[in-house]
């Protein structure tokens, strides 16, 4: 999906567009009052789903506000797929594939056809 739409607007190597978010990955964030309580309300929901707790419930709970969050599982998965050129879907190889498949329900929820977006 992102790929699709980086071949046909994107000017930026593949591999650059990752550096950002495996950054944040690596060094960590501190937790804005946003995301704690949107992270809050999500984590009952999600806690048992395979993987979730054990990357995004460090101590067993989400973030609170101002703690840093480090996610060296992401950055690793980020790392790989980046440097994917060949397109292949790296997902059932990769720790967060449970995360990677709930984000894909979420959009699906969301209604996010990406066939028929327009740029």
């Known amino acids: 999906m992102g ?7 994107g000017k930026l190597p593949f591999t650059d567009l990752f550096e950002p978010a495996i950054r ?3 060094d960590g964030y501190m937790v804005s009052p946003t ?11 999600l806690k048992d789903v395979p993987g979730f707790a054990e990357h995004f419930m460090p101590h067993g709970r989400a973030p609170g506000m101002g ?3 480090v996610a060296p599982a992401h950055a690793k998965t980020l790392r ?5 050129s060949t397109g292949t879907t790296v997902a059932s190889r990769l720790p ?10 979420s959009a699906t929820r969301l209604r996010i056809a990406p066939s028929r977006w327009r740029i």
């Open 3 to 9: 790929r699709a739409i980086r071949e046909r607007v």
């Open 80 to 84: 790989r797929i980046a440097n994917r």
């Open 67 to 69: 703690e840093k969050f």
């Open 96 to 105: 967060l594939c449970s995360i990677i498949n709930w984000s894909l329900r």
């Open 35 to 45: 995301i704690t309580r949107l992270w809050a309300k999500q984590a009952p929901e």
């Open 24 to 26: 944040y990955a690596t």
